[in-house]
């Protein structure tokens, strides 16, 4: 299958590890060449290292903080030419509401949610000129509404709508918005949240697996399963989908 992608230009957030990790692998294994973005500068030079070594494309590492509004700018504008984004950096704190304090809560939105919003609309901006891109949102959550997680689900539940939102009018410029909504995934992000629950709940950070939810398939998904989805969602083999978010939770909603 011919995805189009080899020598497009790939922008990923959030990639020195996990999910954004796994899909600069993908996308480079697909010939695109990349500029990767996080905030660990070691992990993520790292990353870029052996990625370029072992694909043969171009990456270009850019260390930086989502949460500044002006280095967002900064760093869209120094790949004004890239076909696809993929806004996957954040991490936000699990909690109730009464355990997550204003200033997390506006930390964490601060990277995410408007981090998301800042780089799409910068982004939007070079695509629509020249009527033709991809914006992929890796959002999380899904239709999952958690009271141990709410930050996260509320943060989720806002780039749902501002995907759909923004997706379903971008087609009128050529550009193509949607969202992917990963199931529970073997990260080091989501073993931090599984022992943040096990705490809450059992007060044992150590008793995490029993803080895990009935999985389907019996198993996490693994972040290349998920990296397959948006370099899919990108790619030319989808040019019909935006204004959507796909969800990838193998039916873990309705159990």
């Known amino acids: 299958m011919d995805l189009g992608l080899s020598g497009a230009q790939v922008v990923i957030t959030g990639a020195s590890a996990g999910i954004g990790l796994a899909s600069a692998h993908a996308f480079a294994q697909a010939g695109a060449d990349l500029t990767l973005v996080a905030r660990n500068a070691v992990n993520l030079t790292a990353a870029a290292t ?13 260390a930086m903080d989502m949460a500044s509004s002006p280095a967002v700018v900064e760093m869209i504008n120094q790949c ?27 930390a964490a939105w601060d990277v995410k949610v408007f981090g998301y919003i800042n780089a799409t609309r910068e982004m939007l901006r070079h695509m ?62 989501y073993f931090a949240l599984a022992r943040r629950r096990a705490k809450d709940r059992l007060g044992d950070e150590s008793r995490w697996k029993e803080a895990l939810p009935d999985l389907p398939f019996r198993r996490l998904a693994e972040p290349q399963e998920v990296a397959a989805m948006i370099v899919f969602a990108a790619s030319n083999q989808a040019t019909y989908l935006s204004g959507t978010c796909i969800t990838m939770d193998g039916g873990l909603a309705h159990r």
């Open 50 to 62: 052996e990625i370029r070594s072992r694909y043969g494309v171009t990456v270009k590492p850019i």
């Open 80 to 106: 004004p030419e890239a076909s696809v984004l993929v806004n996957n950096a954040g991490a936000v704190p699990a909690g109730s509401i009464e355990s997550v304090d204003e200033s997390a809560w506006r």
């Open 128 to 189: 629509v000129a020249r009527r033709r891109g991809v914006i992929v949102n890796v959002i999380g959550g899904g239709v999952l509404n958690r009271y141990d997680y709410v930050c996260g689900t509320s943060g989720n539940a806002a780039l749902s709508a501002f995907t759909q939102a923004v997706g379903s009018h971008s087609t009128d410029h050529g550009v193509r918005v949607l969202g992917i909504h990963p199931p529970p995934t073997r990260t080091e992000r």
